[in-house]
């Protein structure tokens, strides 16, 4: 008797909070955060809204996961520089930086982008995050740090304003994003736009300027 071929090995199945992760990520991408109801989440996760909650608390808690597992790693990023430049001059940081918050910025901006339809829902959205420490505002505080170390190590001008020059450069890359879909052709390559705006940056930070 010839033997009946096996079926192979049975895949494994998704781990939940993956499911629900990639759910949540397909539809803030595709029909905007405010339309994305946990609802929603739960049931293109095929699982209950109940087993959702037992993984995140909201859907703030589930956006900023999205955030921070889906989207670049910006703030890590620029805790990472903050606690421990290592050898790179400042402009190599912001060059990183920069060419990080591109990327984070053109992920999310679809995301998020929903949220300033509704002002109820963006004040909602805001006093949400306020209890997990997160915001829009977060890395703009983390760069400044990141800058006011390399003044106090006298790397950049010490009349330099971080809180200005960190607004400068993420400023920048935001607005980038923002602007992104209404040129009639493609941006300025992500790694060339970086260096550029480390560049332009650092130069009116430089101690031996004038």
Known sequence: MTPTPSAGPTPTPTPTRLRILDAAERLMRTIGLVRATTKEIAAAAECSEATLYKYFSSKEELFVAVLQERLPPLGPLLVALTESPGDRSTEQCLTEIAHE???????????????????????????????????????????????????????????????AASALLLGACFQRALLAPFLSEPPEPVDAFAASLARTLVTGLDPTGS
């Open 101 to 163: 918050a591109c990327l984070f910025y053109e992920a999310s901006a679809a995301i998020s982008a929903s949220l300033f339809a509704d002002p109820s829902l963006l004040r909602r959205h805001i006093d949400g995050l306020r209890p997990l420490g997160r915001g829009p505002h977060h890395p703009l505080h983390a760069l400044a740090a990141f800058l006011r170390t390399e003044r106090a190590h006298g790397r950049i001008r010490k009349d330099a304003d971080p809180d």
